[in-house]
């Protein structure tokens, strides 16, 4: 935490317990002061996204590229809290299926409310799996919870 300074700098206390410099906004070390300490981590910069139907659709009409990132970033915070927040307790053969089902690569929304079904269908097969009632399941929740299960395996 930064603590007021008499001589100007406001910066954190580091473990030689000299005050460090805030920086200025724009240097790529630059550093929020509102961030927390697993937070300081992040890379700060410019990157290139390609940005396909999803974020263009998500970023329509803005021309601005701080309201568009800013639009992202807040998206992504979102989104990460949803997965936080979301999610299923699978058995370690309720994960393996899952896996294998998943192994198809890119799961499209569609792809991932299809779960429970594909659970259905699939040929795999492990000890300790209850495919009836591991569809069962996945058919209870919400779609954010599928999308967490999804994220969660990998994919």
């Known amino acids: 935490m930064a603590l007021p300074s ?3 700098t406001d ?4 473990p030689d317990m000299t005050r460090k410099p805030l920086g200025e906004r724009g240097d790529p070390s630059w550093i929020a002061p509102a961030l927390s300490a697993t937070e300081k981590t992040r890379n700060v ?16 009409g803005q021309k601005n590229t701080l309201e568009i990132s800013g639009k992202l970033n807040r998206t992504a915070e979102r989104y990460l809290e949803i997965l936080k927040r979301h999610g299923l307790e699978l058995s370690e053969p ?6 294998h089902i998943c192994h198809i690569g890119f799961m499209s929304p569609l792809e991932i409310e299809e ?12 000890a300790g799996l209850d495919k009836v009632a591991l569809a ?13 299960v999804v ?4 994919f």
């Open 45 to 60: 910069g410019k990157t290139n996204v390609f940005f396909g139907p999803p974020l263009a659709i998500l970023a329509e």
């Open 115 to 126: 779960l429970p079904f594909e659970v259905t269908l699939t040929k795999f097969d492990c």
């Open 94 to 99: 309720e994960r393996l299926c899952l896996a």
């Open 136 to 148: 069962a399941k996945l058919d209870a929740v919400s779609f954010a919870d599928l999308v967490a």
């Open 6 to 8: 008499t001589d100007g």
């Open 151 to 154: 994220e969660s395996l990998g």
């Open 11 to 14: 910066g954190p206390v580091g």
